[in-house]
């Protein structure tokens, strides 16, 4: 909710409002009076009651919407008057919806480090007036001298230390060095510690418009020529690098305009696009600096005017579906060459030679019920958590504490893990798992709502529903299905995710052959839109027979042939992309893990002793950035 939209709803309720916000003030003839923000009786402020949008403090000469009353009267920033105002008014944020939000406890930087590294010299203000910044602006920001240790030297050499503060609180301080021994600068930050923005400590409380630059250096730049800025934490670059973002996103709900002014180069680009395709293209605008970035722009004697005149010159991005074909260049070359349009593979070798799963791709995964549709599916889920691939599952079907106690069944390989092994389950989960919130009959718009904003919000590339029956659309109206359908195509395609839609198949004589193509339960074209169909079969033969097999029966012809046949068959049965390939594997359920395998008594993977490295350490470290 953008602070406009806030604002106009807190208007509608503006007796209460201004009553709540300044309780000493009455009304007199239209109007709430006080004698300032700060609440005390008087005259000299007055809120219009009978719609006129408008209040004045005419002894200060301040005005505005009812945030920014919101704002001064409890002297806060922007951000907490817009907490505050959805708490009153009783709005819930939409991460509200999602069952297992993330909850991900970061540390802060330790005293004891900040003390060894920090040096009571001037040095850091020589080396920043020598890039143009004045003292009083690295004092606003708090920087201050101090070493980083270099490998490559076996000395100190000497640096600044940046402080990462929002709201009063350390978050992070990462040190540079100013020494660059044959040009190469040693960056250093503290571990664990959460991906936030840099300069919150120097952002007006009301302000609604913020630039996003690339490097402390470029913020202190901006916010000496006067404009409120940002600097992004890890530098340019798509994917992990603005990985801040799943941690900002509401902190930034307040800027109604934000200029992106990354550097002038690729992965400035490819930055600022993934930065604006999150964070909403309606309130970005692309910067074009004459220089590479601004701090160069400084040191070339740019005045302020000149810098106002390139930000109101700033691009808005292009509508998302015009693009020039250069921007597809990479694509195109990965498209002959590369691994890179993958997003991940199966759990299964003998498939992943004829099949991955892609961006931009809708799968289906089809069967009878009881077939295991869930399961293979649970099983895939984890496979590309494997392989860092955020994933949010709409299960519609089964209720969140159920479904997750399937995939943790399925996580750590034991039918009744241990509860320190259900809490390293969890752990694995952290950052990588969402659950959408709602069982039963889902709106099917709202479904897709949810995950626009998980794909934004978190990063999430991987998107389950299970099933298309209950997403609130009647099993003989064609129509809503095939315009559903569509509306998960254009989802995908739009956000380069991958989504998983579990299907049923139509009522045949019996279980005893896999189902085809043909046998999708629903509008035709649900299998024309989809660009990959699964098939999972049960062979309910096999399990008669082991059972038979058990009880020492005598074992007819059939069931001899059934015991020879694999126990699970998963059959593409279209693959639009690649090369095309379909054909079957055969998978065995493992009953402890509930894996499906590839041969029978082969050993389930543990996807928890095997839990891949907590990826934002490395974010931090990319860059030659070196953690405490
Ligand atoms: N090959 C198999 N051997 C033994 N059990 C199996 C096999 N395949 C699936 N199952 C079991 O069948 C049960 C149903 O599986 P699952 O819920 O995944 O099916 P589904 O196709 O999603 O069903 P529904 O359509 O009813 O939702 C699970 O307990 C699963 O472990």
């Known amino acids: ?24 003030g009455k009304r007199e003839s239209g109007e709430w009076v006080a004698g300032s923000v700060g609440g005390e009786a008087g005259k000299s402020l007055k809120v219009n009651l009978q719609g006129k949008k408008v209040w004045q403090d005419f002894a200060e000469g301040d005005g505005g919407d009812l945030l920014d009353l919101w704002v001064l009267s409890r002297d806060c920033g922007l951000h907490q008057a817009m907490q505050e105002a959805k708490e009153f008014l009783g709005i819930k944020d939409t991460d509200h919806h999602f069952a297992a939000k993330q909850q991900k406890k970061f540390s802060r930087p330790k005293p004891e480090n900040i003390k060894k590294f920090v040096k009571k010299t001037d040095d850091c203000y020589d080396y920043l007036e020598s890039r143009g910044i004045t003292r009083a ?13 270099s490998h490559d030297e076996k000395r100190e050499l000497k640096a ?8 009063n609180e350390l978050l992070q301080v990462k040190r540079i060095s100013t020494e660059r021994p044959n040009g190469k600068k040693v960056i250093m930050a503290e571990g664990d510690c959460e991906p936030c923005l840099f300069g919150w400590q120097t952002m007006p409380k009301e302000s609604r418009a913020v630039i996003i630059c690339e490097g402390e250096i470029d913020c202190m730049t901006y916010v000496q020529y006067g404009f409120p800025a940002l600097s992004v934490p890890f530098g340019g670059g798509k994917g992990a690098k603005q990985q801040w973002i799943d941690f900002e996103f509401h902190n930034l709900d307040r800027f109604e305009e934000i200029w992106l002014s990354l550097d002038t180069d690729e992965v400035g680009l490819a930055a600022a696009k993934e930065i604006a395709s999150r964070l909403g293209e309606h309130r970005c605008m692309l910067v074009k600096l004459p220089h590479k970035d601004i701090n160069e722009c400084l040191k070339a004697g740019m005045t302020d005017e000149q810098v106002l005149d390139v930000l109101e010159r700033a691009e808005m991005f292009d509508p998302e579906e015009l ?3 250069r921007e597809f260049y990479q694509d195109t070359v990965d498209a002959f060459y590369g691994q890179e349009q993958y997003l991940f593979p199966t759990p299964w070798s003998t498939l992943n030679g004829n099949f991955m799963f892609r961006e931009a791709e809708l ?27 955020k994933t949010c599952v709409a299960s519609l079907e089964l209720k969140p504490g159920q479904l997750l106690k399937r995939l943790t069944r399925q996580a750590t390989c034991v039918k009744l893990p241990p509860k320190n092994e259900i809490e390293s389950a969890f752990n694995f989960y952290d950052d990588r798992l969402w659950l959408f919130g709602l069982t039963g009959t889902a709106k099917a718009d709202r479904l897709l709502e949810i995950f626009e904003y998980a794909r934004k919000r978190y990063g999430v590339k991987l998107f389950i529903i299970d099933s298309l029956m209950k997403c609130g659309i009647g099993d003989d109206d064609y129509n809503a299905q095939k315009a ?39 509008s035709g074209s649900i299998t024309d839109l989809t660009d990959n ?24 012809d059939k069931d001899q042939s059934a015991l020879s046949a694999p126990a699970s068959m998963l059959m593409l049965e279209k693959q639009r992309n690649g090369e095309g390939w379909e054909g079957g594997i055969p998978l065995y359920l493992d009953d402890p893990s509930h894996q499906f395998l590839m041969a029978d008594g082969a050993s389930p993977f543990s996807y928890i002793a095997n839990m891949p490295a907590n990826d934002y350490n490395e974010v931090w470290m990319n860059e030659n950035v070196t953690q405490y």
């Open 1 to 24: 909710m953008t602070p406009k939209e806030l604002s106009d709803q807190l208007w509608n309720q503006v007796d209460r409002v201004a009553k709540y916000l300044l309780p000493n």
């Open 137 to 149: 602006t690295a004092e606003k920001f708090k920087v201050s001298s101090a070493v980083v240790w």
């Open 160 to 167: 600044i230390a940046f402080p990462y503060k929002r709201d």
């Open 323 to 325: 693009y020039s074909a």
């Open 363 to 389: 799968t289906l995964v089809n069967g009878v019920n009881g077939h295991g549709k869930t399961e293979v599916v649970g099983h895939m889920t984890l496979e590309a958590m494997k392989h860092g691939v």
């Open 484 to 522: 559903f359908v569509d509306a998960v195509c254009d989802f995908k395609n739009r956000t380069n995710s991958h989504v998983i839609l579990v299907t049923h198949s139509r009522k045949g004589d019996s279980e005893e052959k896999p189902t085809g193509k043909m046998d999708v339960k629903g």
């Open 533 to 556: 169909l699964f098939i999972i079969w049960r062979n309910k033969a096999r399990e008669k027979a082991i059972q038979k097999q058990s009880l020492n029966e005598p074992l007819t």
